[in-house]
């Protein structure tokens, strides 16, 4: 069945390093790859998205690109802040089924100052 | 727009009471999904509905979990009898095709049962 991977947490960084979080996604087709944030207390927010191979989602200094040839859609960014500390969940969906997604288990980033 | 709303935001219960969660999506949107959230089991979809018809209920856990769809605007998720187990945060989120399936998610409901 179609699953989503994740990089296991917390991570933990100082202020201004270089922040990677791994995902990646075994699935049949072409899915729609996302990463969410999930803010302590809050609900889920679309951080940035991706709909075909190669496609680059990028968003608040965030990236991933959807590399089908390595079924992988890896979170960067160059420079965290302490106000990036949050829950990061990397996700997969298909077009023909509403957007129902499918989650990796999350990854806790703990931004230090 | 309001957003997806959701309540109660908390709810404590003693196991063996009946739950009600609701969730009012976003006007316009027709695709309703109902999430659980626990440290063990991470996110799980549980129920979505499109145009207030059940799609896919196979994340639903066991018989005492149901939820239902009446109209557009309002969706109920309820569990009869509660279990500690069943101890979670609980997301309601909504889609269209008009912004491409984005789902956007409501704060959740934490549900305790003691």
Known sequence: ?113 | DAGVIQSPRHEVTEMGQEVTLRCKPISGHDYLFWYRQTMMRGLELLIYFNNNVPIDDSGMPEDRFSAKMPNASFSTLKIQPSEPRDSAVYFCASSSERNMYEQYFGPGTRLTVT
């Open chain 1, 1 to 113: 069945g179609n699953s989503v991977t994740q990089m296991e947490g917390p991570v933990t960084l100082s202020e201004e390093a270089f922040l990677t979080i791994n995902c990646t996604y075994t699935a049949t087709g072409y899915p729609s790859l996302f990463w969410y944030v999930q803010y302590p207390g809050e609900g889920l927010q679309l951080l940035l998205k991706a709909t075909k191979a190669d496609d680059k989602g990028s968003n608040k200094g965030f990236e991933a690109t959807y590399r089908k040839e390595t079924t992988s859609f890896h979170l960067e960014k160059g420079s965290v802040q302490v106000s990036d500390s949050a829950v990061y969940f990397c996700a997969l969906s298909y077009y023909n089924q509403g957007g129902k997604l499918i989650f990796g288990q999350g990854t806790e980033l703990s931004v230090k100052p």
